[in-house]
């Protein structure tokens, strides 16, 4: 099974930044955050490749996961030995590129990766989001294998005037206990695109974790423009459940990092920092007086 990761915008948000550097590169501890999904999505048990969509203005994207011997030779001849295997690690995971050069929507974006779906169901990690303990996945997988393959997408909950922010789901939910809390399974018989708030079939929005049944791709391929006049992932599952079943797992949103701002991605920079017990100590130091601001 492969997994798709859609990185073809344009980056908004960052730019001036953008202009020379795709916003997928920005760092989270020294990995761009690109590289922190794919690691997510190879995590996945039967995940064998990632295919990212890219556009031809952000070859940078290419050159990272491209080899490059000559660094690592250079940086082992100075007994960087870790800087290197960083180096070759990046290089060496299955990463393969496909192109939507023109912004016509997530779910153009998509169905650009089809023909190296190989007619299987396959994943799709929105790239401004990570999973640091890789679970998210596992879970949606684990729910798709309890209902003969069917596919799976992670829902969370939003504030009642966020909702048109995002893709919602309505349904019903099919397991026990509280339908909004984490680990809920739902029976999906309603989505739609970015709804105005009294349109909102429910207080869950799409994540940014699928998993997808092949015929979504069919449905891709016919599926004219919607919200924002783009090509939505979300009309395509919409259609999707006239004749498959589709189901939603109830995730808490903070398990991931949400890295889709300038003010996001700090956090997650921060956050990250203070978390991992190599840096903590020496990002304290480095925020000196400014440690009083998070008080
Ligand atoms: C996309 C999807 C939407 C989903 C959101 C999550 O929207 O179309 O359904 O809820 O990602 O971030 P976008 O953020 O690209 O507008």
């Known amino acids: ?36 999904v794919v690691e997510e999505a190879l995590a996945v048990e039967g995940v064998d ?23 690592e030779e250079l940086l ?10 960083g180096v070759e690690h990046a290089t060496s995971l299955p990463v393969s590129f496909v192109y939507q050069d023109e912004p016509l929507g997530l779910g153009h974006a998509v169905l650009q990766a089809a023909p190296a779906m190989n007619g299987e169901p396959f994943l799709v990690l929105l790239g401004d989001y ?26 969370g909950v939003v504030p009642a005037d966020e909702v048109s922010r995002y893709g919602i789901i309505g349904g019903k939910c099919v397991s026990g206990g509280d339908p909004e809390a984490p680990g809920a399974v739902w029976l999906v018989g309603n989505m739609v695109e970015k709804p105005a708030p009294e349109d909102a079939p429910s207080h869950l929005f799409i994540v940014g974790r699928y998993l997808l049944s092949p015929r979504v791709m069919e449905l891709l391929a016919t599926q004219g423009p919607g919200a924002g006049g783009e090509v939505q992932l979300t ?61």
């Open 49 to 71: 490749g990632v295919v990212i969509v890219n556009s031809h203005d952000k070859p940078a994207i290419e050159d990272y996961f491209a080899k490059n011997g000559e660094l």
């Open 76 to 85: 082992r001849s100075r007994n960087k030995e870790d800087l290197a295997a």
């Open 130 to 155: 990570f999973v640091p303990d890789h679970e998210m996945c596992r879970r949606m997988k684990e729910v798709s294998d309890a209902h003969n393959g069917a596919s799976v997408i992670a829902v």
């Open 1 to 36: 099974m492969k997994a798709i990761i859609p990185a073809a915008g344009l980056g908004t948000r960052f730019l001036p930044a953008t202009k020379a550097v795709p916003k997928e590169l920005l760092p989270v501890q020294g990995l761009p955050v690109i590289q922190h």
């Open 235 to 295: 009309d395509a599952m919409l259609r999707l459940l006239d004749e498959e079943e589709m189901y939603a797992i109830v995730v808490d949103v903070d398990e991931g990092r949400d890295t889709g701002t300038p003010a996001a991605w700090a956090g997650v920079a921060a956050r990250t920092a203070l978390e991992d017990p190599s840096t903590r100590a020496e990002f304290l130091e480095a925020l000196g007086a400014a440690a009083d601001l998070i008080r």
